[in-house]
């Protein structure tokens, strides 16, 4: 591992003071502070993100990376992160201590320097893995910029140092605060929050910590750094509250929490793991009994939805070797053809996870991986980690076989299936389906459809309708639960080859935004426990084979009022029960107000409809985001699979949220 950088130069705080040194480089080191705190605050964006509750998360990443990179070190072991009542978190790690000594260009103590001078972090650390996060141990100063207030205090050498500043300013030089055995670095910030006292903050006003937000990413990193010790303590309720997440197992507990909710093929995930010219390979997967493919992949702890080489890496590796093992042993007949990678991959969780000195991220979120050595790389061990496996467990090896043969056999009659489900043209009208009520206009983004609950509600919703931009396809009762089928069953339900037709766009592997005919897709179901259970089948079947409608904000539900209150010649609307008695209230509770409760979409006229749902000018609608694919996964396994024990807990813990559907996905 590499030594610390300052080490040769280290000097402690009273040092500092007599050193004429410093007081010759401080100039030029405030120029620099200055410059980079102003380009921070003037674009915040281009190094956080955003300044909304996403970018104030962002902040928290960026220093518990700090902490983590300490971990991947070897010196760390446990990172606490705290949130405060009075608005500010703090990281505390039991690593080295950021190094105090003068920096020998700065004149001042790394510290300082790294947590006031843009880019400093990443020059003089050492070459050890500087892993975490997207900013490469840059984002201190970053996040400093961005608080009113920062605290950091560092343990080491017996003596406890600190340093607080103002909006990236120092308030005052390191100094020595007391003695103490420990080792580590504290960081405590508060964030610059936008308000009416304060105008002049870079964050939304308004804007929070969420537990629930950082408990996911603090999870999720604690899983791709297995013994690393991650608490996360919420001290603002009247009861505070902690979390450990720690994991000896790493990405192997990660695809056991995966498939927490499903049935699984072995009991313990395959797992390989190993390290070629610096790159640091750690793949965990599992089948399971849904049809779905549930494939991560991490560069440096990071996400990368976008795939790339590692992705390829494993996907190759896969294929090969389990068609491999099929033909030396027959598994797969001879006049029989390989297996694809599609069929590979159906039922398979897995987590894949590399770590590697200089990433290069592409695409169009930036979160692909592009470095084209780290192909090969993955695909060597992983070969050779999974042959090894299928040869020394043939139970297990056949089991996945048959299980890929399986979706050989499906795949072939989906596409079968598939094939007549496909619109020909787009012109084609024909073949567009019969329950359809389409509207006039061809441009996508002018375009909604609603599918609706129900022949009578369908009735009502295509007469008070805009027929311009308005299509209407109505369904008939439940719609097929695909979380429990194969695609090739999926393909033969009339309600759910009504909507792929009408939405234009295919599929799966065939999926085309660009051929997509409405950029609003509407779920107008009654709002009542049977519509939010439609609804839900609904936004499973987009999640599973569509999710790039849920992930563009294209998925809408309709927010049809609970009630109508008559009042004399006046009419309202009322779209829930605060509302009703706001209303009343209002109306005053004497008089007599008539209120009809809407049992059903069926129960409006045309008219009503059309001003209280569909009504652009006039309307609410909800629209359903695809914040964490993780999550979303889990509660659809958990309220469309087969276990019914945590089902029927969630949905008790959960009540309210599923008859209302008010499910943030
Ligand atoms: C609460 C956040 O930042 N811990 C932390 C940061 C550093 C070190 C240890 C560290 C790194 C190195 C040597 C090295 C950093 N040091 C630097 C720099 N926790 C937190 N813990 N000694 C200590 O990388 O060689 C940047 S981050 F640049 F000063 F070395």
């Given at each position: 591992m590499t030594e610390n950088g300052t080490g040769s130069e280290k000097l402690n705080a009273?040092a500092l003071?007599?050193n004429?040194a410093v007081?010759?480089a401080y100039?030029e080191n405030q120029i620099q502070v200055?410059e980079g705190l102003?380009a921070v605050?003037?674009?915040?964006?281009m190094y956080i993100?955003?300044?909304?509750?996403?970018?104030?998360?962002h902040c928290v990443y960026e220093i518990v990376d700090n902490a983590i990179d300490e971990a991947l070190a070897g010196y760390c072991t446990e990172i606490l992160i705290?949130?405060?009542?009075?608005?500010?978190?703090s990281v505390k790690d039991n690593g080295r201590g950021f190094p105090v000594g003068i920096h020998p260009k700065m004149g001042r103590p790394a510290v300082e320097v790294c947590l006031t001078v843009l880019h400093a972090g990443g020059k003089f650390g050492g070459q050890g893995y500087k892993v975490s996060g997207g900013l490469h141990g840059v984002g201190a100063s970053v996040v400093n910029a961005l608080s009113?207030?920062l605290r950091v205090e560092v343990r080491q050498d017996?003596k406890v140092y600190e340093q607080e500043y103002?909006?990236g300013?120092i308030?005052?030089d390191l100094?020595?605060?007391?003695?103490?055995?420990e080792t580590g670095t504290t960081v405590r910030f508060?964030?610059?929050?936008?308000?009416?006292?304060?105008?002049?903050?870079?964050?939304?006003?308004?804007?929070?910590?969420?537990?629930?937000?950082?408990?996911?990413r603090?999870?999720?990193m604690a899983?791709l750094n297995k013994g690393v010790k991650l608490?996360?303590?919420?001290?603002?309720?009247?009861?505070?509250?902690?979390?450990?997440?720690?994991?000896?197992?790493?990405?192997?507990?990660?695809?056991?929490?995966?498939?927490?909710?499903?049935?699984?093929?072995?009991?313990?995930?395959?797992?390989?793991?190993?390290v070629?010219n610096g790159v640091m390979?750690?793949?965990?997967?599992?089948?399971?009994?849904?049809?779905?493919?549930?494939?991560?992949?991490f560069a440096n702890n990071i996400?990368?939805?976008?795939?790339?080489?590692?992705?390829?890496?494993?996907?190759?590796?896969?294929?090969?070797?389990?068609?491999?093992?099929?033909?030396?042993?027959?598994?797969?007949?001879?006049?029989?053809?390989?297996?694809?990678?599609?069929?590979?991959?159906?039922?398979?969780?897995?987590?894949?996870s590399v770590k590697m000195p200089e990433p290069q991220f592409?695409?169009?979120?930036k979160?692909?991986l592009?470095n084209?050595e780290v192909?090969?790389?993955?695909?060597?061990?992983?070969?050779?980690?999974?042959?090894?496996?299928?040869?020394?467990?043939?139970?297990?090896?056949?089991?996945?076989?048959?299980?890929?043969?399986?979706?050989?056999?499906?795949?072939?009659?989906?596409?079968?299936?598939?094939?007549?489900?496909?619109?020909?043209?787009?012109?084609?009208?024909?073949?567009?389906?019969?329950?359809?009520?389409?509207?006039?206009?061809?441009?996508?983004?002018?375009?909604?459809?609603?599918?609706?609950?129900?022949?009578?509600?369908?009735?009502?919703?295509?007469?008070?309708?805009?027929?311009?931009?308005?299509?209407?396809?109505?369904?008939?009762?439940?719609?097929?639960?695909?979380?429990?089928?194969?695609?090739?069953?999926?393909?033969?339900?009339?309600?759910?080859?009504?909507?792929?037709?009408?939405?234009?766009?295919?599929?799966?592997?065939?999926?085309?935004?660009?051929?997509?005919?409405?950029?609003?897709?509407?779920?107008?179901?009654?709002?009542?426990?049977?519509?939010?259970?439609?609804?839900?089948?609904?936004?499973?079947?987009?999640?599973?084979?569509?999710?790039?409608?849920?992930?563009?904000?294209?998925?809408?539900?309709?927010?049809?009022?609970?009630?109508?209150?008559?009042?004399?010649?006046?009419?309202?609307?009322?779209?829930?029960?605060?509302?009703?008695?706001?209303?009343?209230?209002?109306?005053?509770?004497?008089?007599?107000?008539?209120?009809?409760?809407?049992?059903?979409?069926?129960?409006?006229?045309?008219?009503?409809?059309?001003?209280?749902?569909?009504?652009?000018?006039?309307?609410?609608?909800?629209?359903?985001?695809?914040?964490?694919?993780?999550?979303?996964?889990?509660?659809?396994?958990?309220?469309?699979?087969?276990?019914?024990?945590?089902?029927?807990?969630?949905?008790?813990?959960?009540?309210?949220?599923?008859?209302?559907?008010?499910?943030?996905?």
């Open positions: 009273e003071a007599e004429p007081d010759a100039d200055l102003e605050r003037k674009r915040p964006g993100g955003s300044t909304d509750a996403r970018g104030l998360h705290t949130l405060h009542k009075d608005g500010s978190v009113r207030h017996g103002n909006i300013k308030e005052y100094r020595v605060i007391g003695e103490t055995q508060w964030p610059d929050i936008r308000s009416e006292e304060n105008p002049g903050g870079v964050f939304d006003p308004g804007i929070d910590f969420s537990y629930d937000v950082l408990k996911v603090i999870r999720e899983f608490v996360l303590r919420d001290e603002r309720p009247e009861e505070p509250f902690e979390r450990v997440f720690h994991y000896e197992g790493g990405i192997r507990e990660f695809v056991k929490y995966l498939n927490k909710n499903k049935e699984v093929l072995f009991p313990e995930p395959i797992y390989v793991e190993g070629k390979v750690e793949v965990a997967m599992q089948y399971n009994d849904s049809y779905t493919e549930n494939i991560y992949a996400h990368t939805p976008e795939g790339g080489t590692h992705l390829m890496g494993f996907q190759s590796a896969l294929t090969r070797a389990i068609n491999d093992y099929g033909r030396r042993y027959k598994i797969i007949k001879e006049a029989d053809a390989n297996l694809k990678g599609e069929d590979t991959r159906e039922s398979l969780a897995a987590v894949i592409e695409g169009q979120t979160s692909k592009g084209s192909r090969p790389i993955v695909d060597g061990l992983v070969s050779e980690g999974l042959s090894t496996f299928l040869e020394e467990n043939p139970a297990v090896a056949r089991g996945i076989l048959d299980r890929c043969l399986g979706a050989a056999r499906a795949r072939e009659a989906a596409r079968k299936a598939r094939d007549l489900t496909r619109r020909k043209s787009v012109l084609e009208s024909a073949s567009l389906p019969g329950k359809l009520a389409d509207c006039a206009e061809r441009d996508p983004a002018k375009c909604e459809i609603f599918i609706v609950e129900g022949d009578s509600a369908g009735g009502s919703a295509k007469m008070g309708r805009d027929r311009h931009t308005q299509a209407i396809l109505p369904l008939r009762g439940k719609i097929l639960n695909v979380e429990k089928t194969r695609l090739d069953k999926i393909l033969l339900n009339q309600e759910i080859k009504n909507m792929i037709t009408a939405f234009g766009c295919g599929i799966g592997q065939e999926f085309n935004l660009e051929k997509l005919r409405y950029h609003r897709i509407v779920c107008m179901t009654d709002a009542d426990v049977d519509g939010a259970h439609i609804r839900i089948l609904m936004l499973t079947f987009f999640y599973r084979y569509m999710p790039e409608l849920i992930k563009q904000g294209y998925v809408y539900s309709a927010m049809p009022p609970l009630y109508k209150v008559t009042k004399g010649k006046q009419e309202y609307y009322v779209y829930n029960d605060e509302e009703l008695q706001a209303l009343l209230d209002r109306l005053g509770r004497d008089t007599k107000a008539d209120i009809q409760r809407y049992k059903g979409l069926g129960e409006m006229s045309s008219e009503q409809l059309w001003q209280t749902t569909m009504n652009p000018e006039t309307r609410t609608m909800k629209r359903f985001e695809l914040s964490d694919a993780i999550a979303a996964d889990e509660i659809f396994t958990l309220l469309m699979g087969d276990k019914v024990e945590p089902r029927r807990e969630f949905i008790e813990q959960n009540a309210k949220l599923v008859a209302e559907t008010d499910l943030d996905l």
